[in-house]
């Protein structure tokens, strides 16, 4: 875990239980988030009887490495039908959606999602083009918050052309930024289409 941030499927079907009494309130079914400001707003819950409710974040008093514990057993409030499919959810609307800039071009899928647990519960999209890319280390990290639109169909996500220039290879690159600055006279290789270059950056 790096700085308390974990996949979603790390969250999905853990148990949710009230502080204040211990009753088990049901499971984690999805996250709700806010696809543009790039946070996480809550949980949805699946009881027992298939009842779906929603536990906003300021709700949660801690998640465990067992457990989610709600604040008490009025922290969850049932949702009204509909809710689920109208509000995005990061596994069921968000995961392999195409992330598009606004010059037009297609920078890949959101392959998996992660959460900071503590606040602010910033999201974080791991984008590639396929399984292969990753094993390529063609996959790239970008806060969720750099997004500027989501389609109505929820099929892609709008972000600005400068966005790889934020990008991380890694988790660990993204969320401490000193790993991103070269060290002085670090070798840095660029290319153009003509041929290739060395280039010593201070």
């Not at 009025?74 to 995961?95: C, F, I, Q, R």
């Not at 993204?174 to 070798?187: C, D, W």
């Amino acid at each position: 875990m790096i700085n308390n941030i974990v996949s979603i499927d790390d969250l999905i079907g853990k148990t949710v239980l009230s502080r204040t009494t211990g009753n088990k309130l049901g499971e984690v079914y999805d996250l709700y988030i806010d696809p543009v400001e790039g946070l996480l707003v809550g949980l949805t819950i699946q009881a027992s009887d298939n009842v779906f409710s929603g536990l906003e974040y300021k709700g949660i008093h801690s998640f465990g490495k067992d457990a989610v514990m709600a604040n008490d057993d009025d922290s969850v409030v049932a949702l009204k039908d509909g809710w689920l499919e109208n509000h995005s959810h990061a596994k069921k609307h968000l995961k392999g959606i195409k992330i598009v800039t606004d010059g037009g071009n297609l920078l890949g899928q959101v392959a998996n999602i992660f959460v900071r647990l503590t606040p602010p519960p910033v999201i974080i999209y791991e984008v590639r083009e396929s399984v292969l890319d990753k094993l390529l280390g063609r996959n790239f990290f970008i806060y969720a918050s750099n997004s500027s639109a989501l389609s109505n169909n929820a099929e892609r996500i709008v972000v600005p052309n400068d966005t790889l220039n934020s990008a991380a290879s890694s988790l660990t690159n993204l969320v401490t930024p000193q790993a991103n600055v070269p060290n002085q006279n670090e070798i840095v290789i660029d290319s153009n289409d003509n041929e290739k270059e060395t280039i010593v950056r201070p």
